[in-house]
């Protein structure tokens, strides 16, 4: 940055801007989008296919995560940073405070995303979703997030645009609660470097876990994208924004209410329900803050409609901004609890998050992405005929895959809920259920084409970019603008404000970018506070339950395995509090039975059926010859075999200290039990080896992992006795023994 | 201020502001070229806005007042009319007992069905021609619960939670079961009863399978049931969910 310092008003600087740095976000995305896309198409084809699970580490449950890991912070993560480096340096004249910086942020990141690449497959992983990765990792994100928001606001604060656009109000809020919600989710007490414990069980986990799970999607995938279409969509259609009080309402409106909506994540779970109640209402709230992203968008773009003929850039925006007009009604939608009870735990849910991230995050990106390519090396876009393919392909991608995943949703969701006129569940029992499956075995093929055309879209556009930077110039120097030396930073000069009314008077905010970080904080932090809280508060919201007990060690291992596998993608472990499941799955689940679960494990589908009350309902040899081959026992279940928990030997190792550390979290074990944590595991593991020989199966189980597993599956949900008539009356009510702690 | 747009794009036309007579730039917004309306917000943003934050209100209202159902209501509701659905129905069942059983040994048509029902459920544990495997051998004369027809038929029905055998009679029509039961006759197995000795149809309580849902069981109101078989007994309580069944031989369940 050169700047000729007479100190006069109206000197004229010369400013660079740092595009090395964007350039290197920019084919991030692209690699990344390639890759996280790609894991999507093999875990596609591994729902129908089983034996597309190939191996230990390469199946369902350790893809899943990686593949939304992948999509959301390496694809989109890349993306938004690609934006906010490019735009926010034009919007401020500004060149980014520190290349160092910047640098650190592009390396820091892409480490953060292979190391991701590498755990997950190894089964390291927290669980909750979209912040599997373990703590070392987290610290890592939390690192790299911070040296990115210095240095953002440094820039800000070195700007020579006084004001603020709204773009860079997004940004704001993106950097910010990404910040507070990464970090607060992921309070944890480490097990050595691979393996932690939240800080939080059962009912306040999973209340923290969506409250982080949903603002992720606000925050990540829908604020920094709002910015970003605040800069691109009027600079390609070369067109102003239709309407600065728009901007202001929506933006505040969206972003102190968009943090209250998580719990919708929850309906009919044992979350109290008035918290479910106030995930609802303000999602309802948040449909006309949303939309007022998209009205804005689309209206900016009268006049220009004409463009869209032969501007891909404008395709791409106008499909993406339709999409998240899709997205942020059906949220809404999804959001009431009776829909809910039909949608949740289905592929509709599916449907609607890939629509989102397919269209709008998706589109956006690609359609930035044709922006700037040329502009950022300097040359002319290899092949407009080929972006036109590569969004024609995409559009049919997503309908196709939008539409499988709808109608396999409310199909099976109908099936479920099923009773013919004698009162029974028309699919009953894991027959019932595997024939639910195979009805909507179809729509998965029909996703896989979905996904394979917009994954083939993406491979398209990645050649036209590569065959694109081909032509660039070999030297690509930063580029420099002149900028006049801002008035306003003397003192003398500084606006007068006192006539100003109405809107205009938000003009003075955007002057300041300190206060106007501090109130978005403050924006987010009343609904996060409030709706929060009081779990955290009153001991009323978790009525203890006498029965419910601790994990034995080896059931605690078995947890951890099931943790390792991502068992957690396909099953569920939360009976909801609706006759079909009730008739289904037996007894719903209260609050206090979640006390020593570190962390939930409630899930969010069910590929598989629910797990909640499965102890006991089949015997053990089941259970050994369903995770060796699961065809043997259920025909036609589509579930990946587990052979290597018969062969591999359970690692005891860390299970004093796994039991040292739940204790500290609060669960009561005795230091009898901690100390000979592993003789009491294999005392039980012996036991169960017994029982699987009695009932004809292999000697010699007693070592293996299977065992654990056995232990834990067969605790699963029997310690409030599910079969007991007696429990709805004692447990359900508000008036339950709850004196003692909740923790 | 400069627009380093030109360099990059020189055929770029400059942001034209005409757009309608309502349409009013605000002139000192200006950012890297881009340029802002004062456009007020559509009337019919506002008003949605506004009915959707008046209708959060009123439905919190509501269903703190109890005007809107919660959980456990929608539930007990729910689970209410599908158990006058099973009492209903429980009502119109026959009484499958070792004569009736006896009485269609070896028909055909019934074992064909039965056979396809055997290879859907139960082949999985008991395996093909009942040698057994997870669940117990079905082909020899040596029965833990009991080698009837009737026991058979019976234990398909209920199920043994103990031993993790499913009650199949929440899954299976009463036909299939039948069927079933004299498929697994044909494996050669099952023993003929010494004497008359069927089954009591006592409804002794023994209700360690009643689902866990609220409510009393079919037993509570057998009226409303459609019209009873030629053979059907009223008094039979093998209704598919929460038939508390005569366990006439052993305590075949215990927690």
């Not at chain 1, 599916?350 to 922006?371: E, K, S």
Request: hydrophobic share 45%; proline share 6%.
């Amino acid at each position: 940055m050169s700047a000729e310092h007479d100190g006069a008003a109206g000197a004229v600087e010369h400013v660079k801007y740092n595009d090395a740095v964007v350039r290197a976000f920019v084919l991030a995305t692209l690699i990344w989008g390639i890759v996280g896309m790609l894991v999507g198409v093999i875990i596609a084809l591994q729902m129908v296919v089983p034996e597309a699970n190939l191996g230990q580490y390469l199946t369902f449950g350790r893809l899943r995560p990686l593949h939304t890991n992948a999509v959301i912070f390496a694809f989109a993560g890349n993306a938004i940073f690609a934006a906010i480096y490019h735009s926010t340096q034009r919007l401020v004249k500004t060149r980014m405070y520190s290349d160092g910086m910047g640098w650190f942020h592009f390396w820091g990141w892409q480490g953060i995303i292979v190391s991701a690449a590498i755990t997950l497959p190894m089964g390291l992983t927290q669980t909750k979703e979209y912040a599997e990765l373990e703590w070392p990792i987290a610290i890592a994100i939390a690192v790299v997030w911070v040296v990115f928001a210095i240095n953002f606001f440094m820039t800000l604060k070195h700007r020579r645009e006084k004001h603020l656009y709204v773009a860079i109000w997004f940004y704001i809020a993106t950097i910010v609660t990404v910040a507070v919600l990464h970090i607060v989710n992921n309070l944890v007490l480490p097990v050595g470097l691979f393996k932690s414990y939240p800080i939080y069980s059962g009912v306040q986990d999973a209340m923290i876990q969506w409250w982080y799970g949903h603002n992720a999607v606000a925050f990540f995938l829908t604020t920094p994208f709002l910015g970003l279409m605040y800069y691109y969509l009027p600079k390609a259609a070369n067109r102003p924004v239709f309407s600065y009080r728009l901007s202001i309402v929506h933006f505040w409106s969206l972003v102190f209410i968009y943090i209250w909506a998580g719990p919708h994540h929850l309906h009919y779970t044992s979350v109290p329900e008035w918290a479910a109640t106030l995930g609802m209402v303000f999602s309802l709230m948040l449909w006309m803050p949303s939309w007022g992203g998209m009205v804005n968008g689309l209206l900016t773009l009268r006049g220009a409609w004409h463009k869209l003929r032969t501007d891909p850039v404008l395709k791409f925006f106008v499909v993406g901004i339709t999409f998240y007009g899709m997205a942020t009604f059906e949220g809404p939608m999804l959001s009431i609890k009776s829909v809910n009870a039909l949608s949740h735990y289905t592929d509709w849910t599916i449907g609607h998050v890939h629509a989102a991230a397919l269209g709008w995050n998706g589109f956006m990106a690609f359609g930035m992405m044709y922006w700037l390519v040329p502009r950022l090396w300097k040359t002319k876009l290899y092949s407009m005929k080929l972006a036109n393919v590569h969004f024609w392909m995409g559009t049919v991608g997503i309908l196709v895959y939008a539409l499988a995943m709808y109608s396999s949703g409310i199909s099976q969701g109908l099936m479920w809920r099923a009773f013919d006129e004698t009162g029974r569940l028309v699919y009953p029992g894991s027959e019932g259920f595997v024939e639910t499956m195979m009805a909507i075995v179809p729509m998965y093929w029909l996703r896989l084409v979905g996904g394979l055309l917009y994954f083939a879209s993406v491979l398209i556009g990645g050649y036209n970019f590569v065959m694109t930077l081909r032509s660039a110039p070999k030297e690509l120097p930063d580029p420099e603008v002149k900028v006049r030396k801002p008035l306003w930073r003397q003192k003398a000069q500084r606006e007068d404000m006192s006539g100003v009314k109405g809107w205009a008077r938000h003009r003075l905010l955007e002057g300041w970018p300190l206060v106007f970080t501090v109130l978005t904080t403050i924006a987010i932090l009343i609904g996060s506070v409030l709706g929060i809280a009081p779990l955290f508060l009153m001991k009323s919201a978790i009525p203890q339950i006498e029965s419910v007990q601790p994990y034995t060690p080896l059931e605690l291992h078995g947890r951890d395995l099931y943790i390792r596998e991502g068992c957690v993608s396909c099953h569920s472990q939360q009976v909801r509090p609706l006759r079909a499941e009730v008739e289904r799955y037996g007894e719903y689940h209260k609050p206090g039975e979640g006390v020593y679960e570190f962390p939930f494990l409630w899930g969010s589908k069910r590929t598989g059926p629910d797990l909640g009350r499965v102890g006991g309902q089949y015997n053990h040899l089941w259970h050994v010859r369903h995770m060796e081959d699961p065809r043997s026992t259920t025909p036609r279940s589509l579930m990946p075999p587990y052979p290597w928990l018969l062969r591999q030997e359970m690692n005891l190792r860390t299970l004093e200290t796994r039991l040292r550390v739940l204790s500290r979290l609060g669960v009561p074990y005795d230091t009898e039990t901690i100390e000979n944590a592993e003789a009491i595991a294999r005392e039980q593991a012996r036991q169960i080896a017994e029982e699987i020989v009695d009932q004809g199966g292999p000697q010699g189980l007693e070592d293996r992992e299977i065992v654990a597993l056995v232990a834990y599956l067969q605790r699963l949900g029997t310690d409030i006795a599910p079969r007991a008539p007696e429990a709805p009356a004692e447990e359900a009510g508000d008036d339950t023994p709850g004196e003692e702690d909740s923790q | 201020m400069t627009d380093e747009r030109t360099s990059l794009d020189p055929d770029r036309e400059d942001i034209v502001l005409t757009q309608g007579d309502t349409d009013q730039p605000l002139l000192d917004h200006n950012y890297d070229g881009i340029q802002e309306y004062d456009n007020p917000m559509p009337a019919w943003w506002t008003w949605l806005f506004v009915a959707t934050v008046v209708w959060a209100g009123a439905y919190v209202i509501l269903i703190e007042t109890g005007f809107i159902p919660k959980y456990e209501q929608s539930l007990a509701a729910g689970l209410a009319e599908i158990h006058e659905r099973q009492s209903a129905a429980a009502a119109s069942l026959i009484d499958v007992d070792q004569a009736f059983l006896a009485a269609l040994s070896g028909d055909a048509e019934r074992i064909a069905d039965g056979q396809a029902v055997y290879n859907r459920v139960c082949v999985a544990c008991h395996a093909a021609g009942g040698a057994g495997g997870i669940g117990a051998a079905l082909n020899d004369s040596d029965w833990i619960h009991g080698g009837t027809l009737a026991d058979i038929y019976h234990i398909t029905d209920v199920g043994v939670p103990a031993q993790a055998m499913p009650a199949w009679g929440n899954v299976l029509s009463q036909d299939e079961m039948i069927n079933v039961t004299l498929y697994i006759e044909t494996f050669g197995g099952v023993i003929t009863p010494p004497a008359e000795d069927a089954p009591a149809d006592a409804a002794d309580a023994a209700t360690e399978d009643a689902p866990p849902a609220t409510g009393d069981g079919p037993q509570g109101g057998p009226e409303g049931g459609d019209g009873a078989d030629p053979q059907a007994d009223p008094d039979s309580d093998d209704a598919e969910e929460a038939d508390e069944a005569e366990p006439p031989e052993e305590e075949s369940a215990e927690g």
